[in-house]
């Protein structure tokens, strides 16, 4: 076959997967409405999962595990303690801070209370050198307390470490709420995948059985597999690419309400400003991503259709 003719053979193909999309159009929307809940989701999962390891990123860096050591603990110790911090894995930094160190930065934050700046004047400067360790991942925050929590360790503290208590039991309820929304998310998303695809599935089934007697002609005058087949394809894809372009447009408006008529700037763990500047930023990339996605969930599951219910033997 020559150029021009595989030119025209798949002009008509597209050709006819447009005009079969307009005359299953009531088909075509029951199929875009699933698609278009599957998208939407996918977005707003990939937006909260940005969303959420931005937030998770700036907790990150403001939590960190505090050492108290004892007024008795020598240089020699200190400086093998800090060594041993810095050798573990989710330690982003360590930094240490002499008793004089310590008093002056405890001043500086009650510089408005004098009578606590007085009670600590009073004494013979009470507050004991610290160690403050900035973890990498709120996850595993568990590795150094368990280092910490060693025998050795705990001879040199003055008190237990900051991660502990209260502390330890807010960091862990955010750290596990997080974690639960990432997974009912990326579940959501499958669940949803999974329906698209079975309700194109069908909708293609139903417009192969609409149209078995031209397809039986079409086979008789020897058409070949791709040529009956490829206008199907072009169909599911039209389905994909309109349910991403509308999927884009929920979640815009969506955004646009929380920041316009809601004027909100988070729902809880969602910071809705970064959602919203991230959603922006990245709006190439997302639009791209979301109509890729729909066109392979539309010609896979047309693809699977036509197989199995064409039964051509493929070439």
Known sequence: MSGKRKLITFWRVIRNGAVNFIRNISLAIAAMAIMVVTLTIVLFSWIVNSTFTHTINQITGKIDISVYLNDNVNQAQTGKLLKEIKSLSNVASVQYLSKSQVLAQYEQQNASNKQLIEAVSETNNPLPATIIIKPINLNDLESIKNFLDQPKITGLESAPTSYSG????????ITHATNVLREIGFIAVIVFAIVSVLIIFNTIQMAIFNRRDEIHIMRLLGAGTA???GPFIVESIIYGVLAALISILIINSAFQASSGTLQASSLGLLD????????????????????????????????????????????
């Open 272 to 315: 809705i400003n970064y959602a919203n500047t991230f959603f922006t930023n990245h709006f190439l990339t997302l639009l791209t991503a979301q109509v890729g996605i729909g066109m392979v969930i539309g010609a896979v599951s047309s693809f699977i259709a036509t197989r199995r219910y064409l039964k051509f033997k493929i070439r």
């Open 166 to 173: 209260q502390e330890k039991e807010a960091i862990d309820r």
């Open 227 to 229: 040529y009956i087949r």
